[in-house]
């Protein structure tokens, strides 16, 4: 699989020097015709504008150790803080910035990792949620961001600079039916990038000192931040509460997409409310639909008219 700034690269360069279709540039790199038109077709707004900053990002933890009694317990077992061994910590983090080539990455050594330290790992991440308006992960609310901020308090790092959090896991259970809401079997469904294959003696080998190990981890941890950013632009459309991203502006000086920024919007329809109705479009660029702001009903038309009562 390539990743990172040599990916993004290769697909633009095959794409201005060869006559290959999207299909045929995805069979040569080895990956899917989506990933291809993803980072061939997608265009920054203009320069005078701020981007909003969307970062992607995952963590890999260590499991705990604990003293229990058994593997099967019919009065639902319940473990004590007494019976820890070792807690939890943060193995490895990756992030990448939406559409820019680089994948940034930091593992613990096999001392750190031993020792469940990853005080020296964190300040990097923390210094990306601090640069980042909207953070996107899977499994974002319920693991990811809550394990970082506990790991946090704990190292003596302050909350963050307020951001505003997109959980691809809830938004696709939100949206669809599938027999799987895991990352991989998304993007599987999906025919996107697969997360590299591994099994849970990987971990073990990372907190037993495991130099190689830990850099598979590394490895393991940006691939699936390259999946992440894959699924995240396939269920964009589809986010009806995502962040109006032309707020991150320092100008708002034209009318965009408040999904992705496109100013290449086809207004083709209206959007209804029970005491209202707009003008809806459909973003040429990633497929949202919005709406305009203002009624389209003229002063006479919206004072005759009257709507139900509440129930």
Aim: glycine share 4%; with cysteine.
């Amino acid at each position: 699989m390539y990743y990172g700034k040599q990916y993004a690269e290769r697909i633009k360069s095959l794409k201005a020097t060869t006559n290959l279709s999207h299909r045929g540039i995805a069979e040569k790199l080895g990956c899917s015709p989506r990933t291809v038109r993803r980072y061939a077709e997608s265009r920054c707004p203009t320069e005078r504008r701020r981007r909003g900053k969307i970062l992607l990002f995952d963590i890999e933890t260590s499991p705990m150790e604990v003293y229990v009694w058994g593997l099967h317990d019919k009065r639902n077992q319940y473990i004590s803080p007494e019976n820890v061994i070792k807690d939890w910590a943060v193995l490895s983090w990756a992030g990448k910035w939406l559409f820019e080539s680089d994948v940034v990455s930091q593992v613990a050594t096999p001392e750190e990792a031993e020792a469940r330290d990853d005080a020296r790992i964190l300040k990097g991440i923390w210094d990306l949620f601090e640069k980042a308006d909207i953070i996107v992960a899977h499994n974002a609310f319920n693991f990811d961001v809550r394990r970082l901020n506990a790991r946090f308090i704990i190292n003596d790092f302050g909350p963050n600079t307020p951001y505003r959090v997109i959980d691809t896991l809830k938004e696709a259970r939100k949206v669809f039916d599938f027999p799987s809401y895991k990352l991989d079997a998304l993007n599987e469904r999906f025919g996107l990038s697969k997360k590299v294959e591994t099994n849970f003696k990987l971990w073990v080998r990372c907190i037993t000192g495991g130099r190689k190990a830990l850099r598979e981890m590394q490895h393991y941890n940006k691939s699936d931040v390259v999946a992440l950013e894959e699924l995240y632009l396939a269920l964009r459309p589809w986010i009806k509460s995502h962040p109006p991203m032309s707020l991150y502006h320092d100008m708002i000086d034209a009318i965009c997409c408040p999904t992705c920024e496109s100013e290449k919007l086809n207004w083709n329809g209206n959007y209804t409310t029970p005491a209202g109705k707009y003008k809806s479009f459909r973003c040429n660029n990633c497929g949202a639909i919005g709406r305009s702001r203002y009624s389209c009903l003229e002063k006479d038309e919206r004072e005759n008219l009257v709507i139900s009562t509440a129930r």
